[in-house]
């Protein structure tokens, strides 16, 4: 395969634009956009709406879905989520392209990393320059280029960008899901490996918090009359944690214990959070009723125990259709001089939620980089233009039919 004039031109449009992609992200990574930090997403809104206006677009800021949070009291309320961005383009073309990001990061307001700096050996360290605003810019830099190629108006194309995907999607994952089932192709931006590998299957994940009400009483007049939720809380954790080995790949991780008080009160309640992986489908059923078995079951008289959460993202495998679409990425890659690979990941993102909806979807499209989610997260800034060319280039093939979005939905759909 050649490359055609069509495509020249419009890889040339990235290259020309490939600095403004980095600079960009640097000033994105400094607006702290923490999930629970609703200032700083409404300024990253605003600044990713500007962005949207220098595209054919029309640009809308959606609702999400509240979702239900336990506290470390135990009690569970209702909390709102900041809105969605969605772009939408030619929305009525025969192919639906559906491209999605988040923008918010794990960093929370009052974080001690807050700017981006130039590291000595080039690489770009900064609050989420790969996770994922790096990403964005990729993004929306490609489909600027794209709009440019004379075969577009076959192809419509919608973009999500979320506030929520660090805790989960609980408030875009109907969002997501309504694109997945309507979409031919996704295209999600989380960043790559250092060495460009790319996410093949990922595991699905679950969060739980299982609170567990005793009965207070003093400790030392009366410790008899009392039930202990905090010893019993540590006895499930236990519990949970000897899940793990009893089947093949399913892990389970029991990340924090909260509850009690004083040294001479009996506490009352305790709240036990954790979080499954599975490999898939039969693995989630399975270790969701073990779970069910465990909160079914307390572990002294006088508590009971109250089950919240579940299963958040299904297991995205490698069928038939994410094996063809990676492939047709890869040879996409080839005409780049970009060598794609992939691997399984543990770990999760948007393109759990677009593959259970019935949408092929390749998940890390955007920059190379590492160390996300720490102090030390980096972006190497070659990448920038390296991977919008990639995901032009791809999107280019998509609207010649070198890559077949339509064959590659069925495909998944025969597998649902």
Same mark, same amino acid.
């Given at each position: 395969?050649?490359?055609?004039?069509?495509?020249?031109?419009?890889?040339?449009?990235?290259?020309?634009?490939?600095?403004?992609?980095?600079?960009?992200?640097?000033?994105?990574? =400094?607006?702290?956009? /923490?999930? &629970?930090? +609703? %200032?700083?997403?409404?300024?990253?809104?605003?600044? !990713?709406? #500007?962005? $949207? *206006?220098?595209?054919?677009?029309?640009?809308?800021?959606?609702?999400?879905?509240?979702?239900?949070?336990?506290?470390?009291?135990?009690?569970?309320?209702?909390?709102?989520?900041?809105?969605?961005?969605?772009?939408?383009?030619?929305?009525?073309?025969?192919?639906?392209?559906?491209?999605?990001?988040?923008?918010?990061?794990?960093?929370?307001?009052?974080?001690?990393?807050?700017?981006?700096?130039?590291?000595?050996? =080039?690489?770009?360290? /900064?609050? &989420?320059? +790969? %996770?994922?605003?790096?990403?964005?810019?990729?993004? !929306?830099? #490609?489909? $600027? *280029?794209?709009?440019?190629?004379?075969?577009?108006?076959?192809?419509?194309?919608?973009?999500?960008?979320?506030?929520?995907?660090?805790?989960?999607?609980?408030?875009?994952?109907?969002?997501?899901?309504?694109?997945?089932?309507?979409?031919?192709?996704?295209?999600?931006?989380?960043?790559?490996?250092?060495?460009?590998?790319?996410?093949?299957?990922?595991?699905?994940?679950?969060?739980?918090?299982?609170?567990?009400? =005793?009965?207070?009483?003093?400790? &030392?007049? +009366?410790?008899?009359?009392?039930?202990?939720?905090?010893?019993?809380? #540590?006895?499930? *954790?236990?519990?949970?944690?000897?899940?793990?080995?009893?089947?093949?790949?399913?892990?389970?991780?029991?990340?924090?214990?909260?509850?009690?008080?004083?040294?001479?009160?009996?506490?009352?309640?305790?709240?036990?959070?954790?979080?499954?992986?599975?490999?898939?489908?039969?693995?989630?059923?399975?270790?969701?009723?073990?779970?069910?078995?465990?909160?079914?079951?307390?572990?002294?008289?006088?508590?009971?125990?109250?089950?919240?959460?579940?299963?958040?993202? +299904?297991?995205?495998?490698?069928?038939?259709?994410?094996?063809?679409?990676?492939?047709?990425?890869?040879?996409?890659?080839?005409?780049?001089?970009?060598?794609?690979?992939?691997?399984?990941?543990?770990?999760?993102?948007?393109?759990?939620?677009?593959?259970?909806?019935?949408?092929?979807?390749?998940?890390?499209?955007?920059?190379?980089?590492?160390?996300?989610?720490?102090?030390?997260?980096?972006?190497?800034?070659?990448?920038?233009?390296?991977?919008?060319?990639?995901?032009?280039?791809?999107?280019?093939?998509?609207?010649?039919?070198?890559?077949?979005?339509?064959?590659?939905?069925?495909?998944?759909?025969?597998?649902?």
């Amino acid at each position: 395969m050649l490359l055609s004039a069509a495509e020249r031109s419009v890889l040339d449009q990235v290259t020309g634009s490939a600095d403004r992609l980095v600079s960009r992200a640097v000033t994105w990574a =400094g607006i702290n956009s /923490g999930s &629970g930090n +609703a %200032d700083g997403l409404t300024r990253m809104l605003a600044e !990713l709406e #500007a962005a $949207a *206006a220098t595209l054919p677009c029309e640009a809308m800021q959606v609702a999400t879905a509240p979702s239900v949070v336990v506290g470390e009291d135990g009690e569970a309320t209702r909390r709102a989520h900041a809105p969605a961005l969605q772009l939408t383009c030619r929305p009525d073309a025969p192919v639906q392209i559906v491209l999605t990001g988040h923008y918010d990061t794990v960093f929370p307001a009052d974080s001690g990393f807050q700017t981006v700096v130039r590291r000595p050996d =080039g690489a770009l360290n /900064g609050p &989420g320059v +790969a %996770d994922m605003k790096g990403g964005i810019s990729v993004m !929306l830099g #490609a489909l $600027a *280029a794209f709009e440019t190629h004379p075969d577009r108006h076959g192809v419509g194309w919608t973009v999500l960008l979320s506030p929520d995907e660090e805790i989960g999607s609980p408030g875009s994952a109907p969002l997501l899901a309504e694109l997945g089932a309507r979409g031919h192709l996704g295209l999600t931006y989380e960043p790559a490996l250092s060495d460009g590998t790319l996410a093949g299957a990922r595991k699905g994940s679950g969060n739980f918090h299982l609170v567990v009400h =005793g009965k207070a009483a003093h400790a &030392g007049r +009366a410790f008899h009359e009392g039930a202990n939720a905090v010893a019993g809380a #540590a006895m499930v *954790a236990a519990r949970l944690h000897q899940l793990n080995g009893r089947r093949e790949g399913v892990t389970v991780n029991v990340a924090k214990i909260s509850g009690g008080g004083a040294l001479n009160v009996v506490a009352d309640r305790a709240v036990v959070r954790f979080n499954v992986r599975v490999p898939d489908s039969q693995s989630a059923a399975w270790v969701t009723d073990a779970v069910s078995e465990i909160a079914a079951d307390p572990p002294l008289p006088g508590l009971s125990l109250h089950l919240h959460g579940g299963m958040t993202r +299904a297991p995205k495998p490698m069928d038939a259709a994410q094996t063809a679409l990676f492939e047709a990425v890869r040879q996409t890659g080839d005409l780049l001089g970009q060598t794609i690979a992939w691997k399984p990941s543990g770990g999760v993102c948007e393109g759990n939620n677009l593959h259970a909806a019935g949408l092929p979807n390749v998940d890390t499209l955007g920059v190379l980089g590492g160390d996300i989610h720490s102090d030390e997260e980096f972006a190497w800034p070659d990448s920038f233009g390296d991977r919008a060319r990639l995901s032009a280039l791809i999107l280019c093939r998509v609207a010649s039919g070198e890559i077949d979005a339509l064959k590659l939905k069925s495909l998944r759909l025969e597998t649902m």
